[in-house]
């Protein structure tokens, strides 16, 4: 049974593996070095009601995360935020991301967000679908932005607005 509710500082090891597993296998992150439990931790905390991190839980194992990241510090970008997704990999396909997604989403809109932001890796197709899927758009890709694996990657640039 999938279960979906705020994290807490007890979810921070199963976020610090799922999210490693990315950093060491893919270039969903751009990170290159595994994090810490410490470093994630610090991650967490400062995230709050107005930045929430959501943890999908599988027969009470944690199985992914979505979180709403502030944009930018200036105050003109304060009703618009970053929208990460990492699911455990055994967990793919299932349709979990998506229900993630759509609850975090959900949130977002009824917190008063008005523009949400994703940054997806070139390769990434199931993502690309995914945020389709919930309504984003396609707004820009910067090319090699960044270096992940001996090669430059593009990113694309997504942005739903409520």
């Known amino acids: ?22 950093v060491l296998h893919s270039t969903t992150t751009f990170d290159t070095v595994p994090l810490t439990e410490g470093e994630r931790r610090m991650w967490l905390a400062v995230h709050n009601e107005d930045y929430p991190v959501l943890v999908a839980e599988v027969d009470e194992e944690v199985v992914g995360y979505a979180s709403l990241s502030k944009w930018s510090e200036k105050q003109a970008y304060e009703k618009t935020v970053q929208f990460s ?59 090699e932005a960044g270096r992940k694996f001996d090669r430059y990657i593009d990113v694309h640039f997504y942005q739903l607005l409520f």
């Open 85 to 143: 997704i990492y699911l455990d990999e055994n967990f793919r396909g299932q349709g979990i991301g998506l229900r993630l997604s759509e609850a975090i989403l959900k949130y977002a809109k009824e917190q008063g967000i008005h523009c949400v932001v994703s940054l997806i890796s070139e390769g990434n197709e199931v993502s690309f679908a995914l945020h389709r899927k919930l309504g984003f758009q396609l707004m820009g890709i910067m090319k």
């Open 1 to 22: 049974m999938l279960t979906i509710r705020m994290a807490s500082g007890a979810d921070v090891p199963a976020i610090t593996r799922i999210y490693n597993h990315a």
